[in-house]
């Protein structure tokens, strides 16, 4: 059974820091390309930050860019994304992406985890 599963998120004042984590099972994450997501109330899902099978190509939003880091352990199956400076902009549920294009094509997601950006 494939699955996806974040977690790390809350509550944070602004300028806080946390680290998301998604824990993958099913399938072996080395051979997909993984992504963050989030999405605001009343937004439109938008892509954070994406990183290729071996970490050598890695993409950020504009928004993120120089706060938040993306990184993936592929031996433990996990994939990360360290957030700091966080803004109350940042608000959102943080979603994890697994896709994969081959033969066929595989997209996966988790269930997503809360975060606020609040004082």
Do not use: H
């Amino acid at each position: 059974q494939v699955q996806l599963v974040e977690s790390g998120g809350g509550l944070v004042q602004p300028g806080g820091s946390l680290r998301l984590s998604c824990a993958a099972s099913g399938f072996t994450l080395s051979s997909f390309a993984m992504s963050w997501y989030r999405q605001a109330p009343g937004k439109e899902r938008e892509l954070v930050a994406a990183i290729s099978t071996l970490g050598l190509n890695i993409n950020y939003a504009d928004s993120v860019k120089g706060r938040f880091t993306i990184s993936r352990d592929n031996p433990k199956n996990t994939l990360y994304l360290e957030m700091n400076s966080l803004k109350a902009e940042d608000t959102a549920v943080y979603y994890c992406n697994a896709k994969r294009v081959d033969r066929y094509s595989y997209d996966y997601w988790g269930q997503g985890t809360q975060v606020t950006v609040s004082s």
